[in-house]
């Protein structure tokens, strides 16, 4: 007679209602869309921040500096719905950064080695724009931003005049920035109005050896990212380096996971919008509006779900990229689609082997 199959025993049961509990949260928040949020004054004043230097350099014949002007309007999304005050104090400092970064990028783009140069010095800015980031509070937090910038400038073959336009444009278009979120402020926009008597959000506190893991887990996740892509032959090896922060900008790992597979979906979906725009091939003036537009619209979701800014996020990258160094369409839309997901991944290794090194944090750092 054959036996009874034994029952499942209760530290068994337990352990799959953990792992069927911990899917269907993670289900939940890959979906899940959140508040409106007064979005849509962060989205005017980042696209008007965008605007301006765009149609400038567009006017006067320098459209190829625009990734120059983007980057340092990207100062804007800082401190979204904070007391104005308090908003263009973050906002000038994150800026003051992102400027440096689109200028030390442009310094990189100077050397023929600039792929592997690259590398390092843009991992070494994301571990010390992560401290700089726990220090001073910044939202969003980590250096996504700072990654960007001086990954994508580095690429951008330049001269001693290019140098030059990148810290005059970069800086000029945070200050720009800065004007605009104050005069919204000022002119007593309702989102500012509402808060003015009230203090701004307390930065989250951050205990300094928790600094400097962040740190350290951003900077290796950048290092290895660049340096895995560039020694595939990958094109565009900043666009695996953004990816790898982009789950790290998390603090625990399903919230971590969540943001890198929307990193993931939201590109890959976003590719098909991006190989539209790029086969109609827009003139210089309508690519600016887009430009706009986009960013615009990028800022009344990123919020509320990741992976629907994607969608947008990626076109605008892919515009910005063709305008400053056109090159195949079909390399760019593959080296975007591949470096993300290599990005992703490593991002994601590395903050579980900080996870595992670090067993008494419940952070990745």
Known sequence: MTP?????????????DTRRDLTQD?????????????????????ALTVA?????????????????ATFGA????????????????MQARAGAWLALSVTIGAVVALSD?????????TAAFAAVGSLLSDHWGW???????????????????????????????????????????????????????????????????VRPTDMGRHAVRAGVAVLLAGGVSTALGIGHPYWAMVSAVVPLMAREWLPALVRGI?????????????????????????????????????ELLVMRNYALALLLITPLALLMVQVANPEPMGTLLFDRGLQTLLGVVLGLLVGWAAAQLLPRSKELA
């Open 139 to 205: 939202r969003p937090p980590g250096p996504l931003f700072t990654v960007f910038a001086l990954g994508a400038c580095s690429a951008i073959p330049a001269t001693g005049t290019t140098v030059l336009a990148a810290l005059l444009v970069g800086s000029g278009s945070v200050l720009f920035g800065l004007v605009v979120s104050a005069v919204a402020g000022m002119l007593g926009a309702r989102g500012a109005r509402a808060g003015q008597d009230a203090a701004p959000t307390p930065p989250p506190h």
């Open 26 to 46: 993670l289900a939940h928040k890959i979906v899940a869309v959140g508040p409106h949020a007064g979005a849509h004054r962060v989205a005017l004043r980042a």
């Open 262 to 298: 929307h990193r993931v979906l939201g590109t890959f979906v976003g590719l098909a919008i991006a190989a539209v725009l790029l086969w109609i091939d827009p003139p210089g003036l309508v690519v600016v509006l887009l430009v706009v537009v986009l960013q615009g619209c990028v």
């Open 74 to 89: 990207f100062c804007a999304v800082y401190a979204r719905n904070d007391p104005w005050r308090a908003r263009v104090g």
């Open 4 to 16: 009874p199959a034994p029952s499942t025993t209760a530290p068994q049961q337990s352990r799959q």
């Open 52 to 68: 301006v230097p765009l149609l400038l350099l567009w006017g006067t014949g320098h459209l190829a500096w625009s990734a120059y």
């Open 113 to 121: 080695h600039r792929a592997w140069l690259s590398v390092p010095v």
